[in-house]
């Protein structure tokens, strides 16, 4: 890497912390992001839902919190679908406007996400096109989603087999974050986004990791949403469209979606969820001494820390994964707690420090 090069990212590094150091409390809001618990019961006071209002969600999430929603609209229409990744599909987008013009929707009417990453993406996506754009309100309803897809403003649809391939960036107006719907979250859904959060702090915040480290991750969620919403924004508002800097949240993700390629043909509780392929594609992506702290972290998040989905294919997908910039693949390293380095290698280099990390 050469010195320009290593003085930017130095550059990037400092400006990422600084700005994760600004305080967010719970309650206030910032920009577009509301965190407060109990904010869904008096959603009519962040939103404007004096208009016709379509409020997307899936049936894995309680029907009440869509129907609270729809308590506060004048003109709501509620739509449901299945739980699951097929949801993200030209088909349902098309449902969906369909249901709108029936329903006499105009450009100045609006969508509200109600559930996890899937029903954000979609809904945001709908929201993009419809009339080229009409107003999109997400509220999260899983961890993941609260510390992670909720923010950024990325959305898609899964088209041919491919995740994600069709979309748009389209920052959504208002981001209501409840911490109180965690409540009915089972606990590997907790996890699974806990694993984003700890992605965050262990490459951009070094305090956070260490109370993490010292505490129950579990018992201290409100903090975990907020660090994490304030880190993720610092560098998204930075790097919008993931040209440069946005790549740091790909940590973990390398070889995470490779591992997930593989994870994702197995059946039943054996499939790994995408927080637990992260987790242990980070392990593989540190220094010997930030993985010995890592572990316990892990452990302590009911996340995995050894797996037996095979490397050999996982690494082979990892070559088919669109982050491959010609022939060298893009990866982020963690030197340090709370720090972290962009690196390019050969497919070949790549294996090496996977199998040298010793991970599996
Ligand atoms: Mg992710």
Redesign the pocket.
Known sequence: MDQLQKARQEMDRASIIEATQQTVSAGVENGPYVVERGALSRVGAYLQLDRRVLILTDDGVPPVYAETVAEACSYPVILTYPQGEDTKSFEVLADVAAVMLEHGFTRTDCVVAVGGGVIGDLAGFAAAIFMRGIDFYNIPTTL?AQV??SIGGKTAINHEGIKNCVGAFYQPKKVVIDPNVLSTLPPRQISNGM??AI?MALTCDRELFEKIEAGNPMDMLDEIILSSLRIKKSVVDRDATEKSLRRV??F??TL?HGIESQASLRDGDRALY??EC?SLGMLCMCAPEVRDRLIPVLRKAGLPTETDVDIDASLSAVSHDKKMDGSRINYVYCPEVGSFEFRSASLEEFAEVVKESGAY
């Open positions: 993941l992670d897809s694993a984003e992605k949240l790909n973990g993700h995470g995408h927080g992260v």
